[in-house]
């Protein structure tokens, strides 16, 4: 009787750190298919539905418009370095360093911040950030402040691309971010 609660004991620990370790792979994943742009690892790994949470801005997707949000980063060139995977609490907790051509206009080149990934069904359903340990919120919101109101002066057409999400809105925002930088040159 005692080695057949032996392996059962065994059969759960096993059970349970492949679990782990898929989950992990996961989230591994996720950040490969950032890394490299390729989206399809990205889809791949989301459930059908995927809830972000980063600051007070709750948003849903389907894996379709998820792809909008993937091809906005992207026009920023983002590098991205996975630091850790931690599993505390039963919470899976990545570490991630982000840096892009928008942190750096912003003053808060690279972004290191920590994320809390859930799954369900064996796939990626909730994304939340944690903290971003190294970010200077005040510097942040005053080159955002500034740039938008130089924008709205200086270049009414592009007024609003802050708050584009699209990729027409990202290449906005570059597009001011180039401006900005070049008003000093003329």
């Not at 349970?16 to 990205?42: A, D, M, P």
């Not at 859930?118 to 740039?147: H, M, P, R, Y």
């Not at 609003?160 to 008003?183: D, H, P, T």
Request: aromatic residues 16%; contains cysteine.
């Amino acid at each position: 009787m005692k080695n057949i609660f032996l392996i059962f004991i065994l059969i759960l620990i096993i059970g349970c750190s492949n679990k782990q370790n898929l989950e992990s792979e996961l989230i591994r994943t996720y950040y490969k298919g950032f890394k490299t742009s390729n989206y399809q690892l990205v889809k791949n790994v989301l459930s059908d539905s995927l809830t972000t949470v980063y600051g007070g801005y709750t948003t849903h997707f389907t894996q379709e418009s998820y792809y909008k949000q993937f091809k906005w980063d992207s026009v920023f060139k983002p590098e991205y370095e996975l630091i850790s995977i931690d599993y505390i609490d039963e919470k899976y907790i990545a570490t991630v360093s982000i840096s892009c051509s928008k942190f750096k206009f912003l003053k808060n080149n690279p972004l290191t911040c920590s994320y809390q990934f859930l799954f369900q069904s064996g796939k990626t359903s909730k994304i939340e950030e944690l903290d971003c340990s190294n970010v200077n919120w005040k510097v942040w919101a005053k080159e955002v402040d500034t740039l938008v109101n130089w924008i709205k002066i200086n270049h009414p057409e592009l007024d609003g691309f802050v708050n584009n999400l699209s990729m027409k809105g990202a290449q906005n925002y570059l597009k001011a971010i180039e401006l900005y930088k070049n008003r000093e040159i003329n």
